[in-house]
């Protein structure tokens, strides 16, 4: 019963100490906005970065699907290095395990080149890709939809625009003409892939690539249609095992994981630069804070002579100083998801050197990791003036009067 209300009694001195605190906040607004600022600026620039990390990584992970495979050149890491001769498309067509569409394998040879186009609000040009695709590319990725315009017609010089290319370049609206090796190729339609990495590129067809581009004598990979994802094994061991084909199979998801270390990068880089910040952060906490109790000597000194214990000086101070650093914490994640939640931009990714369009995803994980380290701020920041001022001598305090 006792131990009852020696609790009762320590809980509601810090209460009061803390609701005395929080009211007398406005009268030290310039203190408090420094901490509030300062824990806002680190929580905005690591939730800023790491919703460009999460959106280019989503972007990039959603291009895969398990039960579609890509054919390359063994020892190649990008469809840029890839080469596959046209006499090899034919073996890979007779390979098991391959799905059927009416009648015929669901195998479709893809050259994929660079071309340099000028983007939008910018002087220089920069990398974007073209891919030329057989008909049979349609069927194999289903999630390609025409949203304005219409399909290029095979054996023409007309291209298709993926919607992040077209939000990203100039010169890509329909019925534009852009030069590509001395020729002028026609955009006749904006096609979407809910999101994947195929919206930043432009589509045209394979033979008029080809030709343009003087590589008749091949493609840069194969895609394939699988029966199902069980099947992978079927088709990669009649490629891999196959006389004199040096080629390797691998599941398109896989390919484009491994394609994602830069969104990792991106990371790695935000998590960096919010420690740095945050140290920054956690100074000019110790110094506002340290600021705060040497002004409030008095006020502290007579709490402790009427009988408030230096506990629960501790616990309040702690307590408005964590109280800060959430209200700071909550502004620097309100500020990124207001000015970068969906905002699109482009980055360069895996080993094409293009670029690739995005949007920033500013999801609820990483708002909770703005907030721990908002928190941690507030907690290291507050600890020693909170545990100074609860070890404050009550004589010397109120010898300050």
């Known amino acids: 019963?006792?131990?009852a209300k020696i609790e009762m009694k320590f809980l509601r001195q810090v209460f009061e100490i803390t609701t005395m605190n929080l009211k007398t906040i406005l009268e030290r607004f310039g203190s408090s906005v420094v901490i509030i600022v300062g824990i806002a600026g680190s929580v905005a620039v690591m939730v800023s970065l790491l919703s460009m990390a999460e959106g280019l990584n989503s972007t990039i992970i959603k291009t895969g699907q398990d039960d579609r495979v890509l054919i390359l050149r063994e020892g190649s890491n990008s469809e840029l290095s890839s080469g596959v001769g046209m006499q090899e498309i034919d073996i890979i067509l007779n390979a098991p395990g391959v799905e059927q569409f009416n009648g015929s394998p669901m195998v479709s040879g893809e050259?994929?080149?660079i071309v340099d186009l000028k983007r939008k609000g910018a002087e220089a040009t920069s990398n974007l890709p073209l891919r030329g695709v057989q008909p049979m590319s349609f069927n194999i990725r289903p999630e390609l939809k025409i949203i304005e315009g219409r399909n290029f017609q095979s054996g023409t010089g007309e291209v298709i625009v993926?919607?992040?290319?077209?939000?990203?370049?100039?010169?890509?609206d329909i019925g534009d003409k852009i030069e590509i090796r001395d020729n002028y190729w026609k955009v006749v339609g904006i096609f979407s892939t809910d999101g994947d990495v195929h919206e930043s590129e432009v589509w045209a067809?394979?033979?008029?690539?080809?030709?343009?581009?003087?590589?008749?004598?091949?493609?840069?990979?194969v895609s394939v249609k699988l029966i199902n994802e069980n099947t992978f094994n079927e088709v990669g061991v009649y490629i891999e095992t196959y006389p004199n084909l040096s080629l390797k199979v691998e599941r398109e998801s896989s390919f484009y994981e491994n394609q994602s270390l830069g969104s990792e990068l991106i990371r790695v880089f935000g998590l960096v630069v919010a420690v740095i910040m945050a140290i920054g952060s956690v100074f000019a906490a110790l110094n506002t804070m340290y600021s705060a109790v040497s002004t409030r000597l008095v006020e502290i000194g007579t709490l402790r002579a009427i009988g408030f214990k230096g506990s629960s000086i501790l616990i309040s101070l702690m307590l408005e100083s964590m109280i800060l650093a959430t209200l700071g914490g909550l502004a620097g994640a309100g500020i990124a998801y207001i000015f970068f939640n969906g905002y699109t931009a482009s980055t360069l990714t895996g080993g094409s050197f293009t670029q690739t369009a995005f949007a920033f995803a500013v999801t609820g994980?990483?708002?909770?990791?703005?907030?721990?380290?908002a928190l941690t701020v507030g907690f290291f920041g507050g600890l020693l003036p909170a545990f100074n001022a609860a070890r404050q001598n009550i004589t010397d305090a109120l010898r300050s009067i």
């Open 162 to 172: 993926g919607k992040g290319a077209f939000d990203q370049y100039e010169g890509l």
């Open 111 to 113: 050259l994929f080149v």
């Open 205 to 221: 067809d394979l033979s008029v690539t080809q030709s343009s581009f003087r590589r008749e004598g091949g493609v840069s990979l």
């Open 365 to 373: 994980d990483i708002v909770k990791q703005g907030m721990i380290l």
């Open 1 to 3: 019963m006792l131990c």
